[in-house]
């Protein structure tokens, strides 16, 4: 079986940092099934960090090097789960091991007794060879005996007088008192030593009572193994968790748990929610390389302008800014606004950026952080649908209305799928009175057909939810209009959709009127001609007059159009009404309606809709 480059680069990296009898290519082939494993997630990634302790893959570089090679292919967690599998592992290990040295200075002891030759000569032999720290302390915590390993772990050179720092041997000494105190033979701790020079060394401690043969405590043993480096090494992983790689700032993690302390204070803070402005423009024009930095200088840039606040990214193009207080958002706004714009120069383009902005006031405690995120976020994007450079103060009844129009579209799918959502047909006359066709419009409860469609565009529904339309006013066998939504109007797969429909109902294409929302053109221009071309009658609907609309029916075999609801202005009324002979002298039928059906035939329409 072929092996993939990274088994191979990360065999040869344990064969240099641990002795093992497996032939590189018995490794190499298990290495390419555990990065498999790896990409399963987290807890796959512990079993594989367990299976390198057990197959003694534990050399002093085993583990360093291991992320090194597998970090460019495996995100922080997947490496965080392997580290943490490894270090459980070496501590069982450790522990197995160091039960293992308790007993058998137990033994020698108690030899002692019956042969202090061959005790002594154990008991040197357990001391000498043995890679873990062993200390010896008497009933009161005094070291009584420690070995070399402790020594060098404490960075002495030889066996001091005093082997530990001495707020470490006090520390000690009442943890040896408190053991006897309490009855308890053995504790098991992670300490923080302090080495000969100051430094600090983490160790695994395990700390027990020796007993004689008649029961009664006699000494008390440590059992020490340096873990500095697994301990630097998780320290590492979680900062990871926390960070944002690409600009150094908290991510959405450590940003909310800091939103949180903040609310906690009981203390008014504002939260900005900051969306980088055509960020893809730079990505599609520059490359990727050049919208990282970006939003790296964006990062640089927040911090310089807002030093006491707290900066965090927590998307794509997405940052946070928590400011003590309830400063004046608008000159924050404009203070953010120009740091971004002095232009950064990135290929020889001098690029500057935008943001808009979504500011929330809060005070705590009590105020759940993920809510006013949340609504800072809600904030933001209403900001955006006034354009580019915008920002806005959080309205709580424009945010309760979002809420529940948002709750109302997220539902959609489970409604379409329990038949819910259900297809209406109203008529359409001549102004003679004559019926011409029915028009298909759907309704979801209390959810009439514009916003039923608006909905599923939204959710990129549309066609699903079209071709359902489409197929139930087809069944009726009835000459019938369709209304079909922005996106069903410019989707490249219509004219097959329609065609399928009209072959599997039977229907012809003379009897289906489709009508094309005129604000996807000219994207639906092609869909247009294609249906015409199929004998389907094609109109363009939400027809309010514009130039390009006005273009769309000169450059296109129209049959009809259906205009959008009238405005109440007196000029825009009148400009209706030069609009429609316009439209009849261009050979196309105007529909109008629903309303007044004498103001209609005012206008001069040739039909109503009911």
Request: aromatic share 6%.
């Amino acid at each position: 079986m072929a092996t993939s480059s990274l088994a191979q680069r990360w065999a040869a990296v344990l064969i240099e940092s641990a002795y093992s009898p497996m032939s590189r290519r018995k490794l190499t082939q298990l290495l390419e099934e555990h990065a498999a494993r790896l990409r399963a997630g987290h807890d796959a990634a512990e079993g594989v960090g367990e299976w390198l302790v057990r197959k003694r893959f534990t050399g002093p570089d085993s583990l360093r090097r291991t992320l090194e090679v597998l970090s460019a292919k495996f995100p922080a967690e997947v490496l965080g789960g392997l580290a943490a599998g490894y270090v459980r592992a070496t501590r069982d290990q450790l522990f197995a091991e160091q039960e293992k040295v308790k007993n058998a200075l137990l033994k020698a002891v108690e030899d002692a007794q019956r042969d202090l030759h061959d005790s002594e000569a154990r008991f040197a032999q357990v001391f000498a060879s043995t890679t873990v720290g062993i200390a010896i302390f008497d009933l009161h915590g005094a070291v009584v005996e420690a070995n070399d390993a402790l020594a060098q772990m404490l960075g002495h050179e030889e066996m001091p007088k005093e082997l530990f720092a001495e707020t470490d041997a006090a520390a000690l000494a009442a943890a040896c008192k408190r053991m006897l105190a309490s009855s308890v033979d053995t504790n098991r701790r992670e300490w923080q030593l302090t080495r000969n020079n100051g430094d600090t060394v983490w160790a695994n401690v395990v700390l027990s009572v020796l007993r004689g043969s008649d029961g009664l405590p006699k000494f008390h043993v440590a059992l020490i193994e340096d873990v500095t480096e697994q301990r630097m090494l998780q320290e590492w992983l979680r900062h990871q968790s926390l960070t944002d790689l690409l600009t150094g700032l908290p991510n959405r993690a450590s940003f909310t748990d800091k939103l949180e302390s903040a609310l906690a204070s009981g203390e008014p803070h504002t939260l900005g929610y900051l969306d980088v402005d055509s960020l893809t423009i730079v990505n599609d024009g520059l490359g990727y390389g050049a919208g990282d930095a970006v939003l790296t200088e964006v990062a640089r840039r927040l911090r310089v302008a807002l030093p006491d606040a707290v900066v965090a990214r927590v998307g794509g193009d997405e940052f946070v800014v928590l400011i003590k207080g309830s400063p004046d958002v608008a000159a924050l706004a404009a203070l953010i606004d120009e740091e971004l714009s002095e232009p950064v120069y990135l290929e020889g383009a001098g690029v500057a950026v935008s943001t808009s902005i979504g500011f929330v006031h809060a005070v705590g405690p009590g105020v759940d952080p993920t809510v006013v995120l949340r609504r800072a976020h809600s904030t933001l994007r209403r900001a955006e649908h006034g354009g580019k450079r915008q920002w806005g103060i959080y309205d709580h009844e424009a945010d309760v209305a979002d809420r529940a129009r948002f709750a109302r579209i997220a539902s959609m799918p489970g409604a379409f799928e329990n038949g819910e959502i259900s297809v209406e047909y109203s008529p359409v006359s001549w102004v003679s009175g004559r019926q011409a066709f029915l028009e298909a419009t759907l309704r979801w409860g209390v959810t009439r057909h514009a916003e039923v469609v608006a909905y599923a565009d939204a959710l990129g529904l549309a066609a699903r939810v079209g071709q359902m339309m489409l197929h139930d006013a087809c069944s009726r066998g009835e000459p019938v209009l369709v209304r079909l939504s922005k996106d069903q109007s410019r989707d490249p797969d219509l004219a097959t959709h329609v065609r399928a429909t009209l072959r599997a109902c039977a229907f012809p294409a003379s009897s289906l009127f489709l009508a094309l929302d005129v604000r996807s053109m000219p994207d639906g221009e092609e869909n247009l001609e294609v249906l015409h071309d199929m004998g389907v009658h094609v109109l363009l609907h939400e027809f309010g007059g514009g130039f390009a609309g006005l273009s769309t029916v000169d450059r296109n075999a129209i049959w009809g159009v259906r205009l959008a609801q009238p405005p109440s202005e007196r000029l825009a009324r009148q400009g209706l009404a030069l609009l429609v002979p316009l439209l009849r002298s261009a050979g196309v039928h105007v529909i109008g309606g629903p309303g007044d059906p004498d103001e209609l035939r005012a206008l001069g329409v040739d039909m109503v809709v009911s």
